[in-house]
């Protein structure tokens, strides 16, 4: 059990990677706060890890809304006494050209992905800087580093990701906080169910290992980078991609 005692909280944890999380934390012992937008798909997925009923709750939230993140910090605290692990997963899309793209198509995908970022680990960090202890984890793209037809707004903002981590490990590392990033390939979720077949064939054959990568994939690497395993590891990228950037 690798994280007995610890409390975690998972932005985006209704579905997709986030859920594949926080099913391996509670797993390895974690309590769970997951957080998400849809309320719905967040009520399924508590009900499916209903066995787990103690050590998992849920807070419908937006992570770009400054006072629901601060409710999140408020009651989580109130639950358990601590903030152990906070992995800023909740990421969205809106792809379309250069050319074509409007402002709100911009201004929607770096609202949550990057605001959503900064104003959860602002508010967690400050409880973390409290304990002398911490662990955070972002949620970037292997799009950030060789960017993507498309995604002039998403590559950006996982980029911007990238900065951020390593900007948080230099000014946190003091409290004994740790902040990495893990940059997921292609894995089977719903985001990626929006993309043309061909495209992720295309991807598929791109990668050296010739394979998609699943959920469960990127929840072990969370797992490794919060855990002790990972205690002199910071400001790092960790790409998760079958080797699809090389
Ligand atoms: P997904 O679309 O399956 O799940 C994302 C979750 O975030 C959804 O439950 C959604 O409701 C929630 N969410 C969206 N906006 C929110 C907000 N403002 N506040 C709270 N929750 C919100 O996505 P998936 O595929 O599981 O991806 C998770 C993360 O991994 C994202 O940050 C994504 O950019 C990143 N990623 C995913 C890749 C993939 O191939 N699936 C590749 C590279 C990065």
Redesign the pocket.
Known sequence: MKFKEHTAII?????????KTAEKFLNEGAKVVL????EK??DETLARLSTYNEKIFTIP?????RAAVKHVVKTTLEQWDTIDILI??????ADTQLLKMTEEDWDRVV???LK?VFTMTQQVAEVMKEQQSGVILN?????AHYGNFGQTN?AAT?AGVIGMTKTWAKELGRYNIRVNAV??????????DKVPAHILEEMKERSPLKTF?Y?ED?ANAYAFLASEEARFITGTVLNVDGGVVI
């Not at 939230?61 to 809304?65: E, I, L, N």
């Not at 800023?88 to 899309?93: E, F």
């Not at 949620?139 to 799009?143: L, N, P, Q, Y």
């Open positions: 932005t985006g944890g209704a579905m997709g990677i986030g859920a957080i998400d937008i849809n798909t967040l939230a937006d992570v770009t809304d800023n997963n909740a990421g969205i899309t609202d949550v992905n959503g949620a970037s793209s292997v799009v998403y996982k940059a997921p390939g292609f894995i089977k979720t719903a985001m990626t990568g959920p990127i």
